[in-house]
């Protein structure tokens, strides 16, 4: 089945580390998010990619980096300078292009940084 | 991007229709509204969208008005495992960033 895989499901990690969200799809989509998530609100965006090598900071990019060197991949990396790193990270893809096109999400990390 | 504008919370009884409001008077020609839904500590699905004219699949109908200010979102009969967070979303003919607000909280109720 076509879809994308967001692993691990749960994530500890110590303050001052940084760590790296795995972030897959196998839809063929060009375009791919990072989105985080606080208890209560609403989705967030932090980075996108429209194609292979290429990226843009969304609305909250600060503390965070990413790379997308193959379509299939968008690894997200929460680094220490993120100075609230404890949320639930979402990852989406979509089809390149046309405003009519919808979001394809994964079903999430959740992130505790102690 | 158009902000929208949802109520924070909704009670539905099963089998009932939902009827989910929201208000986008700000919209663009060119902006599509998108309806998604996310059960707790899962990533968001997505349910329909429509640009002008009335849309239905499997899962809801999208009702716009005509001046496109607001939409419906129509789950004709409620079940349980329809209670979540309901977003409506407006999209720009740019590459297509989603701006998700805070949704309504839908609880169906045996």
């Known amino acids: 089945d076509g879809g994308i895989t967001q692993s691990p499901k749960y994530l500890f990690r110590k303050e001052g580390q940084n760590v790296t969200l795995s972030c897959e799809q196998n839809?063929?989509?060009?375009?791919m998010y990072w989105y985080r998530q606080d208890p209560g609100q609403g989705l967030r965006l932090i980075y996108y990619s429209q194609i292979v090598n290429d990226f843009q900071k969304g609305d909250i990019a600060e503390g965070y980096s990413v790379s997308r060197e193959k379509k299939e991949s968008f690894p997200l990396t929460v680094t220490s300078a993120q100075k609230n790193p404890t949320a639930f990270y979402l990852c989406?893809?979509?089809?390149?292009?046309?405003?009519?096109?919808?979001?394809?999400f994964g079903n999430g990390t959740r992130l505790t940084v102690t | 991007d158009a902000k929208t504008t949802q109520p924070p919370s909704m009670d539905c009884a099963e089998g009932r229709a939902a009827n989910l409001p929201c208000n986008h008077s700000t919209i663009s020609g060119n902006e599509y509204v998108y309806w998604y839904r996310q059960i707790h500590s899962q990533g968001p699905q997505y349910i329909i969208h429509?640009?002008?004219n009335n849309e239905t699949n499997e899962m809801a109908s999208l009702i716009i008005t005509e001046d496109r200010k607001s939409s419906t979102l129509i789950l004709p009969h409620a079940t349980l495992r329809d209670t979540a967070v309901y977003y409506c979303i407006v999209r720009t003919d740019s590459w297509g960033k989603f701006q998700f607000g805070a949704g309504t909280q839908v609880v169906v109720t045996p």
């Open positions: 429509g640009l002008k």
């Open positions: 989406a893809s979509s089809i390149q292009g046309p405003n009519n096109s919808p979001l394809h």
């Open positions: 839809l063929n989509h060009d375009a």
